[in-house]
């Protein structure tokens, strides 16, 4: 039973690139993140690394090297379905936003005092994804709301907001970044579809 | 207080814009249960294990996302509901009747489903009643200080139900044997 108010005016009149579609807590997204938390999962600093040289991949990190970003603070982390947490939360899911299918969808982890700076997902598949219709995403919070935890995506700062929290992207490659400045781990859980 | 508006309509109208969301509009078809997003709003006030429905306005700036019956008691107003691609025929026609409409909702009880004992929340309004498809039982009900009321709702007369008094209370209950469908939406 809830017990307060999760209405927020801030979301439903001043985001400008996604839009905020309510929240999901059809599965305990809390417990899921706990069950994460001793799970290294992937490393994407350094599949990005071996990639460093690849279309798409290039511009991102030429644009990093040129601001000279401190590359000791870039650090994510990926989980996927059926390898690191159960594929019925992504059917369940996609089967809440009335999606056909989906491409691809994954939990990314962000720790204290890391972030990952502005970039927008290059992804190899594009074209075959393209070919199902248009690309849908959508990035669902998965922590309570805690000081520090930001993602940035275009123009919107989404901050403060409670678990289960939907944001569907205007533009599936948006640039955006996600920055811990909390004392805790920050979940994301995203989704990509038609 | 249950008030039987001066209003009428013709029940074929109603029938057949029933018939139109189930044939052309099922993407924003919502089953509570199945649907909802907070099964832990459910308390022992609520049996609607078979309730389903259309959300005919919503909150959401993505006009196709199925907006649900969400119980949660927000602070809202007409100023946050956006008409969906349901505002159409008839129950634009009835919509256009009444002012600063929100919170309008096509819903369908089966057998043994009831919702309430509920307040008006934080805005007080009167919440209007459609019917669309009734059962001879009188399903709709309302509380307030000087009693309780009920009323056995007809298809082609609408109903309003006062709750700008934050002590009424309403309920509906499906006590028949068959389904009842109905519009209800809030109004300033």
């Keep these: ?194 | 207080m249950i008030t039987t508006l001066e209003l009428t309509y013709n029940p074929q109208d109603a029938v057949a814009y029933l018939k139109q969301l189930q044939t052309d509009y099922e993407h924003y078809h919502w089953h509570y249960i199945k649907d909802h997003n907070d099964t832990r709003s459910l308390s022992d006030h609520f049996s609607l294990k078979t309730m389903h429905g259309y959300g005919l306005q919503t909150i959401y700036n993505d006009l196709a996302f199925p907006y649900h019956c969400d119980i949660d008691p927000h602070d809202e107003g007409p100023e946050y509901f956006k008409d969906t691609a349901l505002v159409f025929g008839f129950f634009k026609m009835i919509k256009d009747n009444f002012n600063n409409v929100f919170r309008s909702f096509v819903m369908t009880f089966e057998p043994g489903d009831y919702i309430g004992k509920w307040t008006a929340g934080v805005k007080p309004h009167i919440r209007v009643f459609v019917p669309l498809v009734t059962n001879g039982t009188n399903w709709l009900r309302a509380y307030d200080s000087n009693g309780h009321y009920s009323v056995v709702p007809e298809v082609g007369k609408i109903y309003t139900i006062d709750m700008l008094d934050k002590t009424s209370y309403a309920n509906i209950v499906n006590e028949g044997n068959e389904n009842i469908s109905f519009i209800m939406f809030s109004t300033l």
């Design chain 1, 1 to 194: 039973m809830i017990t307060t108010s999760v209405f927020d005016k801030r979301l439903l009149t001043s985001l400008k690139s996604t839009i905020y579609l309510g929240y999901y807590y059809r599965h305990n997204l809390i417990n899921l993140t706990q069950e994460l938390i001793n799970n290294p999962g992937t490393d994407v600093m350094a599949g990005l690394t071996a990639h460093q040289d690849d279309p798409g991949y290039a511009d991102i990190n030429k644009m990093w090297k040129d601001a000279k970003f401190n590359t000791n603070s870039m650090q994510w982390i990926n989980y996927y379905p059926g390898k690191d947490f159960k594929q019925d939360l992504v059917n369940d899911v996609a089967n809440y936003l009335r999606l056909t299918g989906v491409h691809r969808a994954w939990i990314s982890r962000i720790d204290p005092g890391y972030m990952a700076p502005w970039h927008w997902d290059v992804d190899d598949n594009e074209q075959t994804y393209l070919e199902k219709g248009k690309i849908k995403r959508y990035s669902i919070t998965m922590c309570s709301p805690t000081m520090g935890h930001i993602f940035i995506i275009g123009d919107d700062y989404i901050y403060n907001v409670p678990e289960g929290s939907i944001f569907k992207w205007k533009n599936y490659k948006e640039w955006h970044t996600g920055i811990n400045a909390g004392m805790t781990p920050k979940f994301t859980l995203h989704i990509l579809g038609y």
